[in-house]
């Protein structure tokens, strides 16, 4: 069956079933269990006029997606759920994709990718090889943190119309350990702690910051990915 659910001021676990549903929340702290790939979890405001809640007024919001998502307006976090398909083995490949916000984008424990979009957002991969996407401008309104980044195993991508490099694998010579470009071919900046990227190399331009690293992970150039 599909449905419309609708919370009210309070704090709310809204779901639909196994159904299309659309899922509407209210001024509380919202979670909505998505378990159909067409579910919608949409903020809602109190009155006719207003189409939706902006993030002061709406609480702190939470998608548990069985399916791919990307946040609508208003909504924080996402997490991805570990589902079974048809066969009984793990859904694989899920996507989850943040908003304007500063969001909380999860992984599952299978491979995941994970966008957050604008904002400064934490990115979690759980278990899993997973992409950690940039498809936005970078720099100080977009520093994403990332958990849990496994070098080998895990990938940073960035989209080939935010940085001076051809699509595909990052040439070795473009990626350098340390908080400042030393030559010209340097572009991706990495001090155990923060990625930055340098789109002149050594040259006058400053570099801008990517993203910061929990745990002291290692990273290299087979790391990164341009699409």
């Given at each position: 069956m599909n449905n419309r659910v609708i919370g009210t001021g309070g704090d709310h676990t809204l779901d639909g079933g196994r159904g299309i549903d659309t899922l509407q929340g209210g001024l509380g702290d919202d979670t909505?269990?998505?378990?159909?790939?067409?579910?919608?979890?949409?903020?809602v405001g109190g009155n006719a006029r207003q189409k939706t809640?902006?993030?002061?007024?709406?609480?702190?919001?939470?998608?548990?997606?069985?399916?791919?998502y990307k946040l609508m307006l208003g909504i924080e976090d996402i997490i991805l759920q570990d589902v079974l398909g048809k066969t009984g083995n793990p859904v694989n490949n899920l996507t989850a994709i943040g908003n304007n916000l500063d969001n909380l984008v999860q992984g599952n424990a299978t491979d995941n990718s994970?966008?957050?979009?604008?904002?400064?957002d934490t990115l979690t991969g759980g278990a899993g090889a997973d992409d950690f996407i940039f498809s936005d401008t970078l720099g100080r309104e977009h520093v994403d943190t990332i958990t849990d980044f496994t070098s080998g195993e895990d990938r940073i991508v960035i989209k080939a119309a935010l940085v001076n490099l051809g699509t595909g694998a990052v040439a070795a010579d473009a990626f350098h350990l340390g908080e400042s470009a030393q030559t010209a071919d340097h572009r991706f900046?990495?001090?155990?702690?923060?990625?930055?990227?340098?789109?002149?190399?050594?040259?006058?331009?400053?570099?801008?910051?990517?993203?910061?690293?929990?745990?002291n992970p290692t990273v290299i150039a087979e790391d990164f990915f341009v699409v």
């Open positions: 909505y269990i998505l378990r159909h790939a067409d579910d919608i979890a949409e903020e809640l902006r993030a002061e007024e709406g609480g702190h919001d939470t998608v548990l997606a069985h399916n791919s994970l966008n957050g979009r604008t904002g400064n900046l990495f001090d155990g702690t923060t990625l930055r990227y340098d789109t002149d190399g050594s040259g006058a331009g400053a570099a801008v910051d990517v993203a910061m690293f929990e745990r």
